[in-house]
């Protein structure tokens, strides 16, 4: 990007405009941070009520690679993001010939590629865990016996737990690729896990790059619960390691724009990388509350080439995922859906709320989080266990 994008000025005689592909909760809470630094927002997304579409300037509603959406969103659009990565790249690179796009496709193909992923994790030099590409009979029969017991994982299309089957034997290796009607995949064996941590960058198109703090994340039924920000919250020399793995990776993508990658704390204190997001990560929303610049923020810095200045986290936090299991389906009297507990919820010290304007809750479904923070990392964990009660959230 040869030119920053300032806030509140013209660009080809029209208010500076800064588009997503994708309207979701991650692209509605960057339409909100554009906005409030004085940008328009255009969202492409097919749902008539999406979330990010919504609360846009303008909504264009298509398919991510109708060629008359995207020439749309052309028009309209100094720079392009996207909010979530199976996004398909065809319809990025397309972008890309004509206006800036961050992340660039190349570097969304290969986050949508495990395989592809696991590959680029390894040239830069991160650790991974031990795995096995399957796209061939051929390929499934050389499986060492050493990867057992191990985790099959579609290399496309796989999130939040979906797209994935633990298998102990030959047998149900075979069975599970089959379930998977023999699509590409990545087995990988399972290793004695301590916990879960993410790190958040944020790259310039400039090669600047920045950083939050190390995110410690409880995940249950393969959906992200809870994220605690805190220092020596993950041991300072892992938390070193997920920093530096994390810049390397992003560093070898020439990467720009918001980056989360997701690793594994062995027991024994090893690190290996799980995964990578092109683009902001539920285990950075802490960030909205407890720092002085949220991801949202950095991604609309990185997009419209402003400087990046390293964020300050001035109070430890917590951050509860709100599934669509905590809402009830009918009243006792049957006149349709009740909210959680807000108003205790809200009374606690230190509560943010940040519901995602979803108009149907269902199981699994992120429909909100609730931040908390506070003045020490004891009083923070002692709220947000006040609030998890009363929202009916498992302890932790």
Not at 101 to 121: C, G, L, M, T
Not at 312 to 329: K, V
Request: with cysteine.
């Amino acid at each position: 990007m040869s030119r920053a994008i300032l806030p509140g000025s013209m660009v080809n005689g029209q208010p500076a405009t800064l588009g997503v592909m994708g309207g979701g909760q991650l692209g509605r809470m960057f339409v909100h941070a554009a906005q409030a630094m004085g940008y328009f927002t255009a969202v492409l997304d097919p749902d008539a009520a999406s979330p990010a579409g919504r609360v846009s300037h303008h909504h264009i509603q298509t398919d991510y690679l109708d060629e008359q959406g995207l020439a749309q969103l052309m028009q309209r659009c100094a720079a392009i993001t996207t909010e979530f990565e199976n996004v398909p790249a065809p319809a990025l690179m397309t972008l890309g010939a004509h206006r800036p796009v961050a992340p660039a496709s190349e570097s969304v193909a290969i986050a949508q590629d495990r395989a592809a992923e696991k590959a680029h994790f390894v040239r830069c030099g991160v650790p991974v865990a031990p795995h096995a590409v399957i796209e061939t009979a051929e390929q499934l029969a050389a499986v060492g016996d050493d990867l057992l017991p191990g985790i099959l994982k579609t290399s496309r299309m796989g999130y939040d737990g979906k797209g994935q089957i633990r298998v102990k034997t030959r047998e149900a290796l075979a069975a599970a690729w089959g379930q998977f009607k023999n699509v590409p995949c990545v087995l990988e064996k399972m290793l004695p896990l301590q916990a879960e941590c993410s790190v958040i960058v944020a790259r310039g198109a400039d090669g600047q790059m920045v950083n939050f703090p190390v995110q410690l994340n409880l995940h249950r039924d393969g959906i992200l619960a809870v994220t605690s920000v805190y220092e020596g919250a993950v041991p300072a020399d892992l938390a070193a390691q997920a920093v530096a793995a994390t810049r390397a990776i992003a560093e070898g993508l020439n990467y720009v724009g918001v980056l989360c990658v997701e690793f594994f704390i062995l027991e024994g204190g090893r690190l290996v990388v799980n995964e990578m997001a092109p683009r902001p990560h539920n285990s950075g929303h802490y960030t909205m509350n407890a720092c002085d610049q949220s991801q949202f923020e950095l991604q609309v810095r990185t997009l419209a080439g402003l400087p990046l200045t390293q964020p300050r986290q001035h109070s430890p936090a917590i951050m509860l995922n709100l599934l669509g299991d905590l809402w009830p389906e009918v009243t006792p009297t049957g006149k349709g859906p009740t909210s959680p507990a807000w108003g205790q919820v809200l009374a606690l010290p230190g509560t943010h709320l940040h519901l995602y304007g979803k108009l149907s809750a269902r199981p699994g479904r992120k429909m909100g989080h609730l931040n908390i923070t506070g003045a020490t990392p004891e009083a923070v964990r002692a709220t947000a266990l006040q609030a998890a009660a009363l929202l009916g959230i498992e302890a932790f």
